[in-house]
T-cell receptor
Framework: GDSVTQMEGPVTLSEEAFLTINCTYT??????LFWYVQYPGEGLQLLLK?????DKGSNKGFEATYRKETTSFHLEKGSVQVSDSAVYFC????????????FGTGTRLTIIP | DAEITQSPRHKITETGRQVTLACHQT?????MFWYRQDLGHGLRLIHY???????NKGEVSDGYSVSRSNTEDLPLTLESAASSQTSVYFC?????????FGPGTRLTVT
């Protein structure tokens, strides 16, 4: 079945450092890929998405590129801020017509001033 | 603004009791979902619904039930609460595989 594997956390970085959180997936067909973010005490929020191979999703300085050849959707940000401290989830949405998402286990990110 | 709300936000109950968690959305989405979040497991799907009177089991549905009598609400019922059901529960609604999450309910079963 479909699955998502995320980089183990927690990840701790200094402010203005470069961020990469790895995500790889297993799926049949042509899934859509998502990154969600969860701030302390809140529900998940959609951060960015990509619906087909080579698409790049971007939002709030974060980017991720849908790489079908490596089945990856790594999250990157060039210069992180303290406010980026949160838990990040990679997710996969299967073929059109199936609205369910499969989530990774999440990566906790802490940014130190 | 459209939103999705959950109640209660915190609940403590005893083993064996029936518990119902409420979820209400004003997005007018047909699709609604219930997840549980546990350390080391991420989010796991409990039940979901694609419209009124439609309900489907997710990967961890044992001990839980849902009903969908209107578009806005999808209550989650724990028939006989067990300590293994201590968790944080999230409701979501969405379309085109984008989901919008509620703030969560922290349930403790003692």
């Amino acid at each position: 079945g479909d699955s998502v594997t995320q980089m183990e956390g927690p990840v701790t970085l200094s402010e203005e450092a470069f961020l990469t959180i790895n995500c790889t997936y297993t799926a049949t067909g042509y899934p859509s890929l998502f990154w969600y973010v969860q701030y302390p005490g809140e529900g998940l929020q959609l951060l960015l998405k990509a619906t087909k191979a080579d698409d790049k999703g971007s939002n709030k300085g974060f980017e991720a590129t849908y790489r079908k050849e490596t089945t990856s959707f790594h999250l990157e940000k060039g210069s992180v801020q303290v406010s980026d401290s949160a838990v990040y989830f990679c997710a996969l949405g299967a073929n059109f017509g199936n609205e369910k998402l499969t989530f990774g286990t999440g990566t906790r990110l802490t940014i130190i001033p | 603004d459209a939103e999705i709300t959950q109640s209660p936000r915190h609940k403590i109950t005893e083993t064996g009791r029936q518990v119902t968690l409420a979820c209400h959305q004003t997005w007018n989405h047909n699709n609604m979902f219930w997840y549980r979040q546990d350390l080391g497991h991420g989010l796991r799907l409990i039940h979901y619904s694609y419209g009124v009177h439609d309900t489907n089991k997710g990967e961890v549905s044992d001990g839980y039930s849902v009903s969908r009598s209107n578009t806005e609400d999808l209550p989650l019922t724990l028939e006989s609460a067990a300590s293994s059901q201590t968790s944080v529960y999230f409701c979501a609604s969405g379309q085109l595989r984008e989901q919008y999450f509620g703030p969560g309910t922290r349930l403790t079963v003692t």
